[in-house]
């Protein structure tokens, strides 16, 4: 069986009958910072709070989170061939499950938290 860790942001989904482990790493995101020409997280969380997905980007996303979850081969090439129930819709549910897991319901609240004097929760 295959667990997740919700305090480390990482989710279970279903790709070709299997259950896989994902989530997005530091160097994950930094892939997909690099990926998708974003100057920093804030960014990265604004063009994703978007809900604008191509077949690309789903694709891109999935695979680092798969790398990050414990597969470290695989690529975009090994996820634009996996099968998933519901089809894309199913594949845009994982990847919006990934991305809450990672940056939280509101991901605006970064934003939030960069313009306030506030350093965190111990202040």
Request: one cysteine or more.
């Amino acid at each position: 069986m295959v667990a997740a860790n919700a305090q480390r942001g990482e989710i279970v989904a279903i790709l070709d009958g299997r259950p896989h482990r994902l989530c997005l790493t530091l160097g994950g995101l930094a892939e997909l910072e690099t990926a998708f020409g974003a100057d920093g997280l804030s960014e990265l969380a604004a063009r994703f709070s978007e809900g604008r997905f191509s077949a690309s980007d789903l694709t891109t996303i999935l695979a680092a989170g798969l790398r990050g979850g414990g597969a470290p081969d695989v690529d975009e090439q090994a996820v634009s061939k996996m099968r998933c129930d519901d089809g894309i819709a199913g594949f845009a549910s994982i990847v919006v499950r990934l991305l809450l897991a990672t940056f939280g319901q509101d991901a605006t609240a970064n934003d939030e938290m960069e313009d306030s004097d506030e350093i965190g929760p111990f202040d």
